[in-house]
């Protein structure tokens, strides 16, 4: 039998001296109760065993804030970087595919998965991007497209419905750290800029092999080609370009859904925050069982894992509780 308490912000885990180890150990959490309602009560929950599952952005700050110093936290951090490309096609009657009345927003999301190998003998799935196509909502189409004019967005907006994007996610070889839930550095490693822009070729092609008769990218420049009006060469050297910009510089939105890694799981304290049962090497009874224990970044989709890793977490947790019984 359990409780669920909602409406409850963690405000540090509560820790203990222990006479057989010199690892302190956790003995429950603080917490504000009644977040939302305007009248916060501090309370207390001792336990047996502590799981903090914060996400990979605020479990650091959490396990800081009740006086962890492993050095790695907070450090690790990957954020799989995406940038996109869109193409738009206009609803026309006398074509095939696809049909006049398809909407961008309509049917399921995230359908098609495509992995772009690095170097050319690259085993498929192990290489630097991956492509996917995601739904955007009106609000986040209008924050990515380039701000060109009051008038040029009025018309993309008006385009919404019949624009689709493409995006490319990079397995980022680079890293950043957690500061706090909404502090974060972070530096683009070129190999991951350079997947990126291999991606972004690809799928600016993709997009234009599809049938869409304008395709552009995200970058400030807001440029963009009508494919059916122009030269075979013209395509080809605009697609060389636009792939071929900077990345790194932020003048395209470098968009992030999945944060890892930054209380990563290893084989020692020197180099990680929790042991391969994700429990901490500093606190006893102290588990983390979220995206943030990640050892890399994934290059996939992270949810299933995440799930896989609180399972098997849980079953380390069952592990010590037994122990603790007999
Ligand atoms: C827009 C978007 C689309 C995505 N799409 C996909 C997808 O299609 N497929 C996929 O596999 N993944 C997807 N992801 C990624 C996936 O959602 C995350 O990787 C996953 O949810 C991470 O799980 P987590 O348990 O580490 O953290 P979270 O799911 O973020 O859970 C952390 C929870 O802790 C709470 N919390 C934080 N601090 C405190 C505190 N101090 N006290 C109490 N509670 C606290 C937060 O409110 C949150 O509810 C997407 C993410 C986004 C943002």
């Known amino acids: 039998n359990g409780v669920i308490l909602p409406g409850c912000e963690a405000i540090n885990i509560r820790k203990e001296k222990n006479d057989r180890s ?5 003995k429950g959490v603080a917490f504000e109760f009644g977040c939302g309602s305007g009248v916060k ?15 990979a952005l605020s479990t650091p700050p959490l396990l800081l804030r009740s006086g962890l110093r492993n050095p790695n936290i907070g450090k690790n951090l990957h954020l799989h970087p995406v940038t996109m490309a869109w193409g738009h096609f206009p609803a ?5 595919w696809p049909e006049e009345h398809k909407k961008s927003y309509e049917g399921g999301i995230m359908t098609a998965m495509c992995n772009i190998r690095s170097e050319p003998d690259q085993e498929p799935g192990s290489g630097g991007a991956v492509i996917q196509t995601p739904a955007l909502h009106p609000g986040l189409f209008s924050i990515l497209m380039p701000w060109l004019s009051g008038t040029n ?9 019949r624009t689709a994007h493409v995006f490319v996610l990079a397995r980022d070889k680079g890293s950043g750290t957690v500061k706090s839930p909404n502090c974060i550095s972070y530096n683009m490693e070129e ?29 400030n420049k807001g440029r963009s080609i009508n494919v059916k009006k122009v030269s075979y ?23 992030s859904a999945h944060q890892m890694g930054s209380c990563r799981m290893g084989i020692g304290a020197r180099d990680s925050v929790v042991d391969q049962r994700g429990e901490t090497w500093e ?3 102290l588990f983390i069982a979220d995206s943030s224990v990640f ?19 849980a079953q380390s947790v069952l592990e010590t509780l037994k122990r603790k019984r007999n």
Request: hydrophobic share 35%.
């Open 92 to 96: 026309e009657t006398d074509k095939p």
């Open 153 to 161: 967005i009025k018309q993309r907006m008006r385009k919404f419905s």
């Open 233 to 255: 060469h013209e395509y080809e050297k605009f697609v060389k370009e636009e792939s071929s910009r900077a990345l790194k510089d932020l003048k395209t939105p470098i968009c």
């Open 22 to 26: 010199e690892r302190n150990r956790a």
């Open 283 to 285: 606190v006893e009874g």
């Open 191 to 219: 190999v991951d800029e350079e997947n990126l822009q291999k991606g972004l070729e690809k799928a600016l092609k993709i997009l234009a092999a599809a049938g869409a008769e304008e395709i552009g990218t995200h970058h």
């Open 41 to 55: 009560q501090v309370c207390l929950v001792e336990s047996k065993v502590t799981i903090v599952a914060c996400g």
């Open 295 to 313: 050892p890399t970044a994934l290059g996939v989709n992270p949810m299933v894992t995440v799930q896989a890793i609180a399972y098997c977490t």
